[in-house]
T-cell receptor, first 111, second 115 residues
Framework: GDSVTQMEGPVTLSEEACLTI???????????LFWYVQYPGEGLQLLLK?????DKGSNKGFEATYRKETTSFHLEKGSVQVSDSAVYFC??????????FGTGTRLQVFP | DAGITQSPRHKVTETGTPVTLRCHQT?????MYWYRQDPGHGLRLIHY???????DKGEVSDGYSVSRSKTEDFLLTLESATSSQTSVYFC??????????????FGPGTRLTVL
């Protein structure tokens, strides 16, 4: 069945460092892909999305490109801030009423 | 912020007791979802609803039932709580799926502890 695999965390970075969180997927068709963010004590919020191959989603300095050839949707940011500390979830949606989530990656940014 | 609330926000109960969690929305969205979040598992879908009185199972539905008698409310019931159901439960709403994805908006979560 369809699935999403994310790198395990926690990812620990200093402020202004570069971030990459890996996400790969398995799907029978061509899904839409998403990154959600969960700040401490809160529910999930949509961070960015891409609906077809080669699309780039971006928001708040984060970017992810839908790579069909490598079935990947890696999350990147050039310079992280302490306020980016959160749990990040990769997810896919394909032809159903449901999202499939990865296990989440915790990011900790220190000043 | 999407108008979605969950109650209670925290609950401690004992094994074998029934528990009902409530999700309430003010957005008039068609779709509502219940997830549980556990370390190492991410979010897993328990049940979802695609309209009043229309519900379907998710990947971890055993031990849970749901009801939706009106658009704004989606109830999750644990008929006889077990310690394995200790988790954080999230409700989500969405305006449209089935061929067109609309963003899912999440509630603040309910932390349930079963002793």
């Amino acid at each position: 069945g369809d699935s999403v695999t994310q790198m395990e965390g926690p990812v620990t970075l200093s402020e202004e460092a570069c971030l990459t969180i890996n996400c790969t997927y398995t799907a029978t068709g061509y899904p839409s892909l998403f990154w959600y963010v969960q700040y401490p004590g809160e529910g999930l919020q949509l961070l960015l999305k891409a609906t077809k191959a080669d699309d780039k989603g971006s928001n708040k300095g984060f970017e992810a490109t839908y790579r069909k050839e490598t079935t990947s949707f890696h999350l990147e940011k050039g310079s992280v801030q302490v306020s980016d500390s959160a749990v990040y979830f990769c997810a896919l949606y394909y032809n159903t009423d449901k999202l499939i989530f990865g296990t989440g990656t915790r990011l900790q940014v220190f000043p | 912020d999407a108008g979605i609330t969950q109650s209670p926000r925290h609950k401690v109960t004992e094994t074998g007791t029934p528990v009902t969690l409530r999700c309430h929305q003010t957005e008039n969205h068609r779709y509502m979802y219940w997830y549980r979040q556990d370390p190492g598992h991410g979010l897993r879908l328990i049940h979802y609803s695609y309209g009043v009185k229309d519900t379907d199972k998710g990947e971890v539905s055993d031990g849970y039932s749901v009801s939706r008698s009106k658009t704004e409310d989606f109830l999750l019931t644990l008929e006889s709580a077990t310690s394995s159901q200790t988790s954080v439960y999230f409700c989500a709403i969405s305006g449209q799926t089935s061929g067109g994805f609309n963003e899912q908006f999440f509630g603040p979560g309910t932390r349930l502890t079963v002793l």
